[in-house]
């Protein structure tokens, strides 16, 4: 069944002769050394010595990055032989050196069996070669490979019978294939590169049922970073708006959320759900925009985000779901930096409560809600009581957090009680972090499948007549490529293992605790030192804070608080995500931005600026217009004007403010003046619980009073001015009369009447007039007008004024006694 074995020196070891030469060379050279000679050493060079064994015959190890060549095994079929299986191996051999490899062949050792869980480790982490761990040289199953000069590679294929490789007992073995030959540099044979595989070889007659085994829980994470703002407005309607596009890469085909559902869906798993991530995908099913360069864009993502949700729904359906804290707060930093921020822990219970209602909402299924999963499974006892303050039963944890009480022979169960009545469902870390890298080398998907069924069937080992719980839990948001490799492993498992069966998270948090384990909580010195840098730091918590007091003073006074708070409120409970760890710019970015959001909508309601404005008299009305450019009602306000003078200006109590959506509304203050001067008046918005909203609006006021003495004289000229019109009307009308019952006599010289006279008009009583000046008073006289001509009728003529009556006065032609008057040019005092 082999394959023949090649000419050239991969076919062959090193002869028993030629050992012992090189032995003797080597204790030759060895005694030189030592030996002082002329005050010198003598150093004698022989032949290197095989790779295998130094010259004193002892097994010889060699570290991979001295050798010329990287052997990477890519496949191993089938991944679980059984007894009379001819296993396959494929890789490939890369120079890593700087001489080209001219003569190399590549060849299977001998099965070593791996007897603990320890073991399996150490062989996929060991570097170099040792014969008494790799195994011994197993002839006729080599191949010869062509030359490979430095950074190329040389692909090969191996077939062996199990039988041949010596593994007589089901078990977990290891398989090394090395390749031995020369450089151009090193004409001499020698093992140039060693690669290793494990094998979890079966029984011959499989696994009773009453043998035990392992449960498996694998846990299907589906997280993503914050990708929503809390939105914009659109007239009467709120639309999504998404930071990027990320999104819709992460689930459009072949993106990595698109992954992990289709991958996910044909696996028997546990799917922890950030119910975030369902609520931001499902507000693309639907009108969104997408912050850009150059502003808001619309989204282009209906139909992708609509395929993602019923996919997933699909795949969720007869699964386990586990709803994670909406956004997915991060734990630790809560712990360690926010705890001391009043009000955080609030937000970390409405992140609790409101998880299982959204995934219920989008998916259709009822998620349990009883497990918390902090960063790595990492815990301390912050961690636990910040956890179990928002309700969690069941924490899931890391083995390499929680002290077990068993030796390295024994893995526990994985769910045991920590205390205060709360169980820690602890995660296997070898098995959960077999998939951490980017799984983007050759050989990387390989290894990980490997490892997962060997460690699987050596805890099934451990006790055969008892089934014991395992959990992976892998890291948040695997690769592409890690996703896809993890599936292969849980297929293989699934497909192939008969020692292992697959369980749901609940059914392992609710096992027996294992009777030899003691799971206990280290102390908080203990927590990692890497993912404690990695928190957010407390002044991120205060921000958040801040936010939230912001929000909850303008929620006072909205008649539809819940088209506000809710998105905002989802925005402040991501920025606790877990997500921002390691990335504080982009943590403060998104909280400025969703500060500057509701700072925004905040000043759609705000006070009109007013222009300077003068007052005239002890009062007035001073009008100040409240604008509000939001799409609803606000209620609950009130408005305050104030004057920076205490004495000279009173204005009146405040007055409430109800402003309609996009209306405005002018708010009228009566103010009293004392005194003459200038004053700056300050007009505040505040809430119902007396908190001042919005910026105050200052504007100056230029107070002018007026005396009750400068009213009266004002409304005594008045009066004068009216009289005076009466009697000149009355005179015409008796003038007209008069002209109409004397006869036409002819005119008399000089075109006076006919008796000589000027033909003026009689008198026919006393006449009264006044006389203004609007820059220094009121006067009273005969006549009106401002000049004191009395006024005359049609074909009337001038009269002269009467003999020493100076120009610009009024008349002498008075009624007796008439004669009070204000002087012209006098002025008027103001009353105190």
């Not at 982009?586 to 400025?592: F, L, N, S, V």
């Amino acid at each position: 069944m082999g394959v023949a074995e090649p000419v050239g020196t991969a076919s062959r070891e090193p002869s028993g002769g030629r050992r012992a030469l090189r032995c003797l060379l080597a204790a030759l050279g060895l005694s030189l050394l030592l030996s002082p000679l002329s005050g010198g050493a003598v150093l004698l060079a022989a032949a290197p010595a095989s790779a295998e064994e130094t010259p004193d015959g002892t097994p010889a190890a060699e570290d991979t990055d001295i050798g010329a060549a990287r052997v990477t095994v890519t496949e191993v079929s089938p991944a679980v032989p059984g007894p009379d299986s001819v296993i396959t191996l494929r890789g490939t051999v890369t120079n890593t050196g700087d001489s080209t490899i001219t003569t190399a062949g590549a060849a299977p050792r001998l099965a070593v069996p791996l007897t603990d869980r320890a073991a399996i480790d150490a062989a996929g982490s060991r570097q170099g070669f040792d014969i008494g761990l790799d195994g011994s040289y197993l002839s006729g199953y080599g191949v010869e490979l062509e030359p490979i000069a430095p950074e190329q590679a040389r692909p090969f294929t191996l077939r062996v019978p199990i039988s041949e490789l010596g593994a007589g007992t089901a078990g977990v073995h290891q398989v090394t294939v090395a390749v031995t030959g020369r450089t151009e540099a090193e004409q001499w044979d020698q093992i140039l590169g060693a690669g290793r595989v494990v094998l979890p070889l079966a029984g011959p007659e499989g696994r009773e049922e009453e043998d035990g085994g392992t449960a498996l829980t694998v846990l299907w994470p589906l997280i993503s970073t914050p990708h929503l703002l809390p939105g914009s407005r659109n007239g009467d309607e709120q639309v999504p708006v998404l930071r990027d596009d990320t999104l819709l890469t992460e689930i459009s085909s072949g993106g990595r959320l698109h992954q992990m559902v289709n991958l996910g869906a044909d696996l028997p798993v546990t799917w922890l759900i950030d119910p975030d991530l369902l609520a931001s995908v499902d507000a693309m099913t639907d009108e969104y925009r997408v912050q850009g360069p150059e502003g808001l864009v619309e989204g282009q993502g209906q139909e992708v985000a609509r395929a993602w949700l019923h996919r997933l729904r699909e795949a969720v359906a007869d699964a386990e779901v586990v709803a994670l804290p909406y956004a997915d707060p991060d734990l630790a930093s809560l712990a360690h930096q926010g705890k001391s921020v009043p009000g955080t822990l609030a937000q970390l219970r409405a992140a609790t409560q409101l998880a299982p209602v959204t995934v219920e909402t989008i998916l259709g299924v009822r998620p349990l809600t009883d497990f918390t999963w902090p960063v790595e499974g990492a815990l301390d006892p912050e961690i636990v009581s910040v956890a179990t303050s928002a309700g969690a039963q069941w924490i899931i944890a890391r083995d390499d957090s929680v002290r077990t009480g068993t030796g390295e022979n024994h893995t526990p169960s994985a769910a045991g009680p920590i205390g205060g009545g709360v169980t820690a469902v602890v995660a296997d870390s070898r098995i959960s972090s077999l998939v951490d890298g980017r799984m983007s080398r050759a050989g990387e998907v390989t290894t990980a499948r490997q490892s997962l069924l060997a460690h699987t069937l050596a805890v099934a080992d451990q006790t055969p007549a008892a089934e014991r719980h395992m959990v992976l839990a892998p890291q948040r948001m695997p690769t592409t490529a890690g996703a896809r490799a993890l599936a292969e492993a849980v297929e293989t498992l699934a497909e192939e293992a008969d020692w292992a069966r697959f369980a749901d998270l609940d059914e392992a948090a609710r096992a027996e605790p294992d009777p030899l384990s003691a799971l206990s909580v280290a102390g908080t010195d203990a927590y990692p030192e890497r993912l404690r840098e990695r928190e957010q730091p407390t002044g991120s918590f205060e921000a958040m804070r801040e936010t939230r007091r912001a929000l909850d003073d303008f929620a006072v006074i909205l008649t539809r608080a819940d088209r506000v708070v809710t998105p905002f409120g989802n925005a402040i409970r991501r920025e606790m995500s877990t997500s921002w760890r390691g990335d504080p710019v982009d943590a403060a970015r998104y909280r400025a931005e969703v500060r500057a959001e509701l700072r925004d909508l905040t000043e759609q309601v705000h006070l009109i600026e007013k222009s300077p404005i003068t007052l005239s008299g002890r009062s007035a009305i001073i009008p100040v217009t409240v604008q509000n450019d939001l799409m609803q009602d606000v209620q609950g306000l009130e408005l305050r004007l104030t004057s920076s003078r205490r004495i000279g200006l009173e204005v009146d109590e405040a007055r409430e403010v109800l402003v309609g959506g996009g209306h405005s509304q002018s708010v009228k203050f009566e103010a009293t003046a004392r005194a003459n001067g200038r004053t700056v008046l300050e007009a505040q918005l505040y809430t119902a619980d007396g908190k001042p909203y919005g910026e105050a609006m200052r504007f100056h006021a230029r107070v002018t009073s007026i005396t009750s003495a400068v009213m009266l004289v004002i409304a005594g000229g008045v009066l004068l001015v009216v009289l005076a019109g009466i009697r000149v009307y009355t005179q015409r009308k008796r003038a007209e009369g008069a002209a109409g019952a004397a006869p036409e006599e002819p005119a008399g010289p000089g075109g006076g009447a006919p008796d000589g006279t000027t033909g003026e008009i009689p008198d026919s009583g006393p006449a009264s007039g006044t006389g203004t000046d609007t820059d220094t008073g009121t006067g009273t006289g005969t006549g009106t007008g401002t000049d004191g001509e009395t006024p005359r009728g049609p074909g009337d003529t001038a009269d002269p004024p009467a003999p020493g009556t100076p120009a610009g006065e009024p008349g002498a032609d008075t009624a007796g006694g008439d004669t009070a008057s204000v002087r012209r040019g006098e002025t008027v005092e103001r009353g105190r």
